[in-house]
């Protein structure tokens, strides 16, 4: 391989380097260590390797008669190549630094080395030219005009060692002919071919498919990217087949005028641009060469550079062309705000006013105030039948979602419009027996109008049950009294229920630590994120889902909303093993409450889940009449009641449910045979509430 001296750095140890490099007063030492011990320590990486104890080592660059002191090659590369996160992962970047990479030709070549060393995509090159550089080639060779009439091998190598001097360079000065030819391609990954020689390109490609190397051009008319896969498929024409069945020996002492026709079939006549096309017809004539523009070729660089990024991450990368012209995409320029704009042009929704309930007949204000109980993700699981005897809550078996495992969120949702539909019933005189008929998700709740009545619940009036919002910002993080919270305690006792009353700081913060752990896997587990975000509604008048202005979002969340609905981006969080962000607003919410209050039951039975909600509603009404907000924050496993059902429920972290399950259990434990109900944050906010609509307010329904 030929380097000639002066043409690449020299990396030293300590105990190697030349002492008169050291003490040449012509020679600029520099240390670049102590800056790179600071950087280094705040790298923000959990799975840091730890590379403290490497020794640094001496860069020297003749070209400039410049000794820099650098850290060691595994500290150096980790510190340089970090803004790659999440780009690239460590190991894919590990596998990277591994590959050997050789380019034909340094003009467009030039800045195809720059990038792949820039990104960290090679730990060897070979960089073949027989040129050098004329001050023709300062329109787009990223050089100088001290460079010129030097070999453009060198000043690409050269370029590169500055940036990073453990990338190994071998500069083939000669360029490639059939005597270096096979010294040149022997033991490379992939090979960048961008010489303007059309016998070269087919030698190398001849080459490459014998050997099994895969081939890259990069063609900077219209941004035309080549890829042959010949490691893929050995006996692939050279050029897609575009030029026929090429051989090397076919292109023996053709000129220029009998080679540039190929070269315009292997482009496609019909989709060069019009100045290609037009300058092939005139060169010789108006123009000594084919015509490059910087842009185009620095696109190139980074065009090839993530072409090679797919190749070293295993992404797909099959033969073809792909073209990255930036006049076609400049001619399909939008405006964003005028395309928003005529999106929300569209007809509003009418706006449905609540009902005169005064107006309303006994059995309609049962069914209307039956709709207006709380459910999970507002996706309210019942149908309602009524007549002048009875109405019925039926559940609904269709709205479920993948955490409502077994029916049972929806189970408590029937608990709360029964609970409703009961203290709608006591405010007219009417007497009401409730009973829970079918079973599964055939099951229903019964009021009939006739018969014994039921006590109405205790001291709750009406006006309280339609004032009861969800209300989800922060508290204020006060201390709930011992009162409140028997209150509380109280109002869930029953003969198969009650209730566990967190307020131990203690207790509220490792719940908040659990919450967060439970959010940020509903966020990863793809089917999760795509049911948590189709809950959600941007518009106030949407009579299903979660109206987005009532998650009273942080700022930084709430502009970076559109981000985290994106499954791509939680996809990589994922492969990344990052997204601990994702579950922060959780636990901040949760350590800003006053109490926390987990309603149990003593049975997984699902009518008592039914009893349980119609509690759960008696709960939150009771906390609010003593002036907390209530917000709902059951973690992902809540109805999942064992190890393999909460398992299930997400694919890649369902031994961390099982742990996060068994945390809870164990943390704050239950009586046997006893299931958590819902987990319910109370908190003091002067927030105000945004009320969630219904369907059929006040309608009858047909199940």
Not at 459 to 480: I, K, Q, V
Not at 587 to 614: E, K, N
Not at 664 to 675: A, S
Request: with cysteine; net charge negative.
């Amino acid at each position: 391989m030929q380097n000639p001296d002066g043409a690449v750095a020299t990396v030293y140890t300590d105990d190697t380097v030349p002492a008169d490099l050291l003490s040449d007063p012509g020679i600029d030492v520099i240390d670049i260590t102590i800056s790179s011990e600071v950087a280094y320590a705040g790298l923000l990486q959990r799975s840091l390797r730890n590379l403290s104890d490497e020794p640094p080592r001496y860069a020297y660059f003749p070209w400039r008669r410049t000794l820099v002191r650098i850290p060691g090659p595994n500290t150096y590369r980790r510190l340089r190549l970090d803004r790659n996160r999440h780009k690239m992962t460590l190991e894919e970047q590990d596998r990277a630094a591994s590959l050997r990479i050789g380019i034909v030709g340094l003009s467009v070549g030039h800045s195809i080395a720059l990038t792949l060393t820039l990104e960290g995509l090679a730990g060897e090159l070979r960089l073949a030219d027989f040129d050098a550089l004329e001050l023709t080639n300062l329109n787009r060779v990223p050089s100088s005009v001290v460079d010129v009439n030097t070999n453009k091998a060198i000043i690409a190598a050269r370029r590169i060692a500055e940036i990073d001097p453990y990338v190994q360079t071998h500069c083939f000065t000669d360029g490639i002919s059939p005597e270096n030819i096979d010294e040149f391609v022997g033991g490379l990954d992939l090979v960048i071919e961008e010489c303007d020689s059309f016998d070269v390109k087919v030698m190398v490609r001849d080459r490459c498919r014998e050997l099994g190397i895969p081939v890259l051009m990069e063609t900077s008319d219209g941004g035309t990217l080549d890829v042959e896969r010949f490691d893929l498929e050995p006996q692939r024409p050279l050029f897609h087949g575009l030029a026929g069945d090429l051989q090397a020996d076919d292109l023996v002492g053709l000129d220029r005028a009998a080679t540039t026709p190929l070269a315009v079939k292997v482009l496609e006549p019909a989709k060069v641009t019009a100045a290609m096309a037009a300058s092939a017809l005139e060169l010789g004539q108006t123009v000594t060469a084919w015509p490059q523009l910087g842009g185009d070729v620095l696109l190139g660089g980074a065009t090839v550079a993530a072409a090679v990024r797919r190749f070293v991450q295993g992404r797909p990368l099959p033969s073809g062309r792909v073209r990255f012209d930036r006049d076609a995409w400049l001619d399909g320029l939008t405006d964003p705000v005028a395309a928003q704009s005529a999106s929300s042009t569209a007809a509003p929704r009418p706006v449905v006013e609540p009902p005169a309930l005064e107006n309303m007949s006994g059995p309609d204000l049962v069914a209307y105030a039956a709709s207006r109980a709380p459910s999970a993700g507002n996706q309210q699981p019942w149908q309602i039948d009524t007549d002048e005897q009875m109405v019925t809550i039926w559940l609904d078996p269709i709205r479920t979602s993948i955490l409502d495992v077994g029916h049972r969120a929806s189970a408590v949702a029937v608990g709360a419009a029964t609970y409703n539909a009961r203290v709608a019933a006591a405010s007219r005189g009417l007497t009401a027996h409730t009973q829970i008929i079918g079973a599964g998700d055939q099951l229903g709740v019964q009021i009939a109008f006739d018969g014994a009545a039921d006590a109405p619940p205790a001291g709750t009036e009406l006006s309280a049950m339609w004032a009861r919002t969800t209300r989800r910002g922060p508290g204020d993080g006060t201390p709930m009294s011992t009162a409140d919270a028997g209150q509380v305690t109280a109002a869930a006792e029953t003969e198969h229920t009650r209730a566990i009353v967190l307020t131990d700081r203690a207790d509220i913060e490792r719940y908040a630590t659990l919450a967060a752990r439970s959010d940020r896997i509903r966020f990863l587990t793809p089917e999760l994120h795509r049911e948590m975000f189709a809950e959600l509604t941007e518009d106030p008048d949407d009579p299903t889902g979660i109206y987005v202005e009532s998650l009273a979002l942080p700022p930084a969340m709430k502009g970076m909303f559109e981000v985290l609905r994106r499954p791509d981006v939680m996809a990589l969080l994922d492969d990344l093993d990052a997204g601990e962000v994702l579950g922060a607003d959780a636990a901040a919410r949760v350590v800003s409450s006053s109490a926390l209050v987990i309603v149990v039951q003593d049975s997984d039975d699902l009518a008592t889940y039914v009893d349980a909600g119609q509690v759960t509603q008696q709960v939150w009404l009771t906390a609010e009449s003593l002036g907390f907000a209530v917000h709902p924050m059951t973690p992902t496993f809540l109805y999942a009641t064992d190890d393999a059902t909460t398992r299930g429920l997400s694919e890649r972290h369902g031994e961390e449910l099982v742990e996060l399950r068994r945390s809870m259990l164990t943390t704050w434990p239950l009586r046997d045979g006893e299931v958590p109900t819902i987990v319910l944050r109370l908190f003091r906010t002067d927030e105000a509430a945004v009320p969630s609509r219904r369907e059929s307010a006040g309608q009858p329904a047909t199940r």
